[in-house]
């Protein structure tokens, strides 16, 4: 912001009544643009700005006769102020003219990727954020639009523009930054107050500088959203302890620490992770204690009605994620008569991964167990929870494997702001860390329930090791082998299914796998009498397996023993291999 600006704001806040400790300083940095120092050691220091100042939800209500959508149409009010040469008045009075001085001094730029040029938009590969762009544009557009067509001034060129941004929309990167986004904060250019770009800006200054209503207004809706001169010219520290009160007719900040001199005093905007911070602020902490990485998984309908109604399994939503005050949703969930809501859900469940929280971890893979486990599991059994953490481990891998993957190169060439690549980096490498962070903790885990639970697994080799005789005795009398003739085995899995078969007909086990046949008596009590549904790697196995004598064993045998041995064990992600369990409760 240039000098003068900035004095003329200060000057008009102080005309206005704003107040704040003294020794303080607003200066300009190279990144976080203007900060405010202390100029000596400052204990609790507080900023005050009188309601009257604050750009707020009554004005819009005022102006456009609505009472419904604040927020889009405190958007519209501040895209005015700034876009519209006509005076706008409400209640005789000028806001155009009593604004200005903030309205001037607004940031030219913001560094949301929102605005970021296709080769920038590059440098995000195919995280979270680089990949939902174009929806949050959408959203974007979808909330404009819903309110631009109530202005009956601007009705037919509001619907011109309603078409071309449109179709916009659905053009690649380089279209939409050339026709619409570069143009959000040129300053050469001027659109119509009420027009898309100027609703964009004006949601970009909301989306990083607003406040919540409720701290001045109990009454206020939780997501509704002020604007409050002066008291947004400071920065973010998670670290920095504050307060938000009224103080008789005004929104005040109270640092509850003392500051010493030449240091910065900083708002606390919550524990925001970068996605956030970047999306909403056009900024990244590094080493960010809040930073998350989002884990969308999408269920059935019946699957969520499911879970919800027979189970404890925490199904997050974003209000459990709420940590800040800027975080306007909270605790305004919707519960049906019902009383099982999923609609919140149809987008998906969301995760939020960390590096400090293992909690959402343990509820996607309750999930993931859930998913897994068979009509006669729960998804608290080990079989279950292993396979389970095994398709999340696998989930994981692919998600990794998206954020290598570099998007086409666009054509035209950009140049690229090395702030921009250096936030871009900074997130990317924090989304790597967490991801690479859970698939470590799932293989902690596996590696601790295997250690827990050794006598409740069976690998083929601990069972080759434990009944030497099999292969070499009993094997080749139960397939009736000549003595020259090898077995042809396609899998190690096949070694299962011949010995349960093997040991099923002689009977003779040893102690420590008595737990296997047992698993497979109860298993073949409930399922002998199953239709015969046979698959036909299943036929084309019991071919091999008996070239000389298909009638030994029947196919519904065998087709039972594959059955079993499916149903019992879990497939490791690392070596394909299967591993039998026993049916424990974790
Ligand atoms: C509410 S404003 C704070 C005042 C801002 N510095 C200005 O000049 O208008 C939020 C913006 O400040 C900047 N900002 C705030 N905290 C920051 C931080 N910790 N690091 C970098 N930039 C920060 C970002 O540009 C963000 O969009």
Not at 202 to 213: D, G, K, N, T, V
Not at 505 to 526: C, S
Not at 529 to 536: F, L, T, W
Request: proline share 3%.
């Amino acid at each position: 912001m240039p000098p003068e600006k900035l004095k003329e704001l200060l000057n008009w806040g102080y005309q206005h009544g704003v107040q704040h400790s003294k020794d303080v300083e607003f200066v300009q940095t190279p990144d976080k643009g203007i900060s405010v120092v202390a100029k000596s050691e400052i204990s609790n220091a507080s900023f005050q700005v009188p309601i009257d100042i604050v750009i707020r939800r009554s004005l819009a209500e005022q102006l456009f006769q609505i009472s419904s959508n604040h927020n889009t149409w405190l958007k519209f009010l501040v895209a005015k102020l700034k876009f519209d040469s006509n005076a706008t008045v409400v209640e005789s009075q000028n806001l155009k003219t009593k604004f200005a001085p903030y309205i001037d001094a607004l940031p030219r730029e913001i560094d949301s990727p929102l605005v970021w040029n296709p080769m920038e938009l590059n440098e995000l590969g195919n995280t979270n954020l680089g990949s939902s762009l174009t929806l949050k544009l959408e959203s974007i557009f979808l909330e404009w639009k819903s309110a631009v067509i109530h202005l009956e001034e601007c009705n037919e060129d509001a619907r011109q523009e309603i078409v071309f941004t449109q179709q916009l929309l659905t053009q690649d990167k380089s279209s939409i930054f050339t026709n619409l986004t570069s143009k959000v904060f040129s300053s050469e250019l001027q659109f119509s107050w009420w027009s898309f770009p100027a609703f964009l800006w004006s949601h970009l200054i909301f989306l990083s500088r607003s406040f919540p209503e409720y701290v001045v207004n109990p009454d206020a809706d939780p997501s509704s959203v002020i604007l409050l001169p002066i008291v947004d010219l400071l920065n973010h520290d998670y670290n920095s302890k504050v307060e938000w009160k009224r103080v008789d007719d005004s929104f005040c900040v109270q640092k509850l620490e003392t500051v010493m001199a030449g240091q910065e005093i900083c708002n606390n905007y919550g524990g925001k992770g970068n996605e956030e911070l970047l999306s909403g602020y056009g900024f990244v902490l590094e080493s960010n204690i809040f930073d998350t990485a989002a884990l969308k998984v999408r269920l059935s309908q019946a699957v969520l009605t499911q879970i919800l109604r027979e189970t404890q399994i925490k199904l997050p939503n974003i209000s459990d994620y709420t940590t800040s005050a800027f975080d306007f949703s909270a605790g305004r969930e919707t519960v049906p008569v019902s009383g099982v809501d999923i609609s919140k859900y149809e987008d998906g469940v969301l995760y939020l991964l960390s590096q400090s929280n293992s909690l959402c971890l343990d509820w996607l893979l309750d999930m993931f167990a859930f998913i897994e486990k068979s009509a006669t599991e729960s998804y608290v059994n080990l079989r279950p929870r292993l396979q389970g953490l095994q398709n999340l481990r696998a989930a994981l891998e692919a998600k990794l494997a998206t954020f290598r993957l570099v998007p086409e190169e666009s054509q035209k060439q950009y140049s690229i702001s090395t702030y921009r690549a250096k936030t871009a980096q900074v997130y990317k490498s924090g989304q790597t860390k967490i991801v690479k962070h859970a698939i470590n903790e799932l293989k902690r885990l596996e590696k601790e329930w295997t250690t827990k639970y050794k006598r409740d697994m069976l690998t083929v080799k601990k069972l080759m090791r434990i009944d030497q005789t099999f292969l070499e005795v009993e094997l080749p009398a139960f397939l009736q082998l000549d003595d020259n003739s090898d077995i042809a085995l396609d899998s190690y899995n096949t070694l299962f299914y011949l010995w349960v078969l093997c040991k099923h007909a002689n009977g003779d086990v040893t102690q420590e796998l008595r737990w296997v046949m047992d698993l497979y008596d109860t298993f073949t009590e409930v399922h002998e009498n199953e239709p015969d549904v046979i698959d036909k790697e299943t036929k084309f196995l019991h071919q091999t397996i008996f070239t000389n004598d298909s009638e030994k064993l029947s196919l519904k045998q065998l087709a039972l023993a594959v059955k079993f041995v499916n149903a019992n064990s879990y497939t490791r992600l690392s070596k394909g291999e299967m591993i039998l369990v026993r049916n424990v409760n974790l």
